[in-house]
Nanobody
């Protein structure tokens, strides 16, 4: 499975961006998907995750109410809608995939549980 993230850019505080992550695999609908980010000098952190069918979604407290994860299995794509962006959202954003498991609800935020990673897309928010 190959993942290709896109949609990053330079925006001002308060603006919106939508990130996309396209999968080349035919089994995309079998995978739970997540978004993570890493700012310069900081550790990678969880942003959002979504179950294989889109019915279960999780968002980090820092983005809750501003970011929304979604997916379109017909297009093999997962999205991250980012509204009301803040300078502290500046980071490289990575999409990741993992096979669905009974442990997803307790481990969705753990990066090491994800098997496939995209190359990252830069999001820069100016104040």
């Amino acid at each position: 499975v190959q993942l290709q993230a896109s949609g990053g850019g330079l925006v001002q505080a308060g603006d919106s961006l939508r990130l996309s992550c396209a999968s080349s695999g035919r089994t995309f609908s079998s995978y739970a998907m997540g978004w993570f980010r890493q700012a310069p000098g900081k550790e990678r952190e969880f942003v959002a995750a979504i179950s294989w069918n889109g019915q279960t979604r999780y968002h980090a407290d820092s983005v809750k109410g501003r970011f929304t994860i979604s997916r379109d299995n017909a297009k093999n794509t997962v999205y991250l809608q980012m509204d009301s962006l803040k300078p502290e959202d500046t980071a490289v954003y990575y999409c990741a995939g993992r096979l669905m498991s009974p442990y997803f609800s307790s481990s969705y935020h753990q990066g090491h549980e994800y098997n496939y990673w995209g190359q990252g897309t830069q999001v820069t928010v100016s104040s």
